[in-house]
């Protein structure tokens, strides 16, 4: 069993940045991929980064080169440093474990970003 929680989320306007944190709990949380989703108002929640057991990281389209994903292992910790922030980005975002994402096996509670233009 993993816990999720984010935090680090708030208003911003666009071009700025903020860092999103993940704090996890439970056991082996390095044996499973980390990820982060999002889902915009009357969207379907969406892939935007993963990060493997091993570092290897995957982004989508919409947010690569802007957006970096990053994991430390001892202190169980996600991160999702958001640069460039567009009024698009506007959504609330989950952070996820799973053993293969895209299919997760934990969710995080979500947290809102809003980005104005």
């Known amino acids: 069993q993993v816990q999720l929680v984010e935090s680090g989320g708030g208003l911003v306007q666009a071009g700025g940045s903020l860092r999103l944190s993940c704090a996890a709990s439970?056991?082996?949380?390095?044996?499973?991929?980390m990820g982060w989703f999002r889902q915009a108002p009357g969207k379907e929640r969406e892939f935007v980064a993963a990060i493997t057991r091993i570092y290897v990281t995957s982004y989508a389209d919409s947010v690569k080169g802007r957006f970096t994903i990053s994991r430390d292992n001892p202190n169980m910790m996600l991160y999702l440093q958001m640069n460039s922030l567009k009024p698009e980005d506007t959504a609330v975002y989950y952070c996820?474990?799973?053993?293969?994402?895209?299919?997760?096996?934990?969710w995080g509670q979500g947290i809102q970003v809003t980005v104005s233009s």
């Open positions: 996820a474990a799973g053993r293969s994402l895209p299919a997760v096996d934990y």
């Open positions: 439970g056991r082996t949380f390095s044996s499973y991929a």
